[in-house]
């Protein structure tokens, strides 16, 4: 059962354009949500993170807006660079002991120079 | 400089044999867990341990086992049990009660 449902599946962008990915949620019980971005034979590395108190998150480049009357949260790069070039996980986390993450399937952006 | 180190980055096993993947941190986190990574798909939790000698299992943690006899090492091994073992595998990090915060490199498997 996939819990965190990301779209779209592939992304290409110009360089200087918005790149604009989203994830919708069903569990209720979250109250965590971070993006990772991957590159090609790394690791995912944290983004940034956003909380259901807040609608919007900002830093620098890149903007969390979630909406929590709907269940979703996307993140938006602004002026994106081909150095933005990755695949793109969103994540949730719901409050316990072990404060573990639902991924999301990746979106893969590629930002033509 | 702090971080998760993974090893090897690329193993190569037969079918039926057992292998360990090695993970250590240096970051001083009670936290670690152990990902599997399928292309098209995102990170499904194999096994968590929130502090030493003590270990969860994940969502996908059958033909998988784990131990934790220290803060800094959580080993992963894939037993012949495994039905479809080549993946790429990532270990992570955090301190206790906090979502995984730092990620390795990985190690890539490939059972043939």
């Known amino acids: 059962q996939q819990q965190v449902k990301q779209s779209p599946q592939s992304l290409i962008v110009q360089k200087g354009g918005i790149s604009i990915i989203n994830c919708a949620y069903e569990?209720?019980?979250?109250?965590?949500f971070p993006w990772y971005q991957q590159f090609p034979g790394k690791g995912p590395a944290l983004l940034i993170a956003?909380?259901?108190?807040?609608s919007e998150k900002k830093e620098g480049r890149f903007t969390i807006s979630f909406n929590k009357s709907a269940k979703q949260f996307s993140l938006h790069i602004m002026d994106s660079q081909p150095g933005d070039s990755a695949t793109y996980f969103c994540?949730?986390?719901?409050?316990?002991?072990?404060?573990?993450?639902?991924f999301g399937s990746g979106t893969q952006l590629t930002v033509l120079p | 400089d702090g971080g998760i180190t993974q090893s090897p980055k690329y193993l190569f096993r037969k079918e039926g044999q057992n292998v360990t993947l090695s993970c250590e941190q240096n970051?001083?986190?009670?936290?670690m867990y152990w990902y599997r990574q399928d292309p098209g798909q995102g990170l499904r939790l194999i096994y968590y341990?929130?502090?030493?000698?003590?270990?969860q299992k994940g969502d996908i943690a059958e033909g998988y086992s784990v131990s934790r006899e220290k803060k800094e090492s959580f080993p992963l091994t894939v037993t012949s049990a495994q039905k479809n073992p080549t993946a790429f595998y990532l270990c992570?990090?955090?301190?206790?009660?906090?979502?995984?915060?730092?990620f390795g490199n990985g190690t890539r498997l490939t059972v043939t």
């Open positions: 569990n209720t019980a979250f109250d965590y």
């Open positions: 970051l001083n986190h009670d936290a």
């Open positions: 992570a990090s955090s301190l206790r009660g906090r979502p995984p915060l730092h």
């Open positions: 956003i909380r259901p108190d807040v």
């Open positions: 994540a949730a986390s719901k409050p316990g002991s072990a404060r573990q993450l639902t």
């Open positions: 341990s929130q502090i030493v000698n003590d270990f």
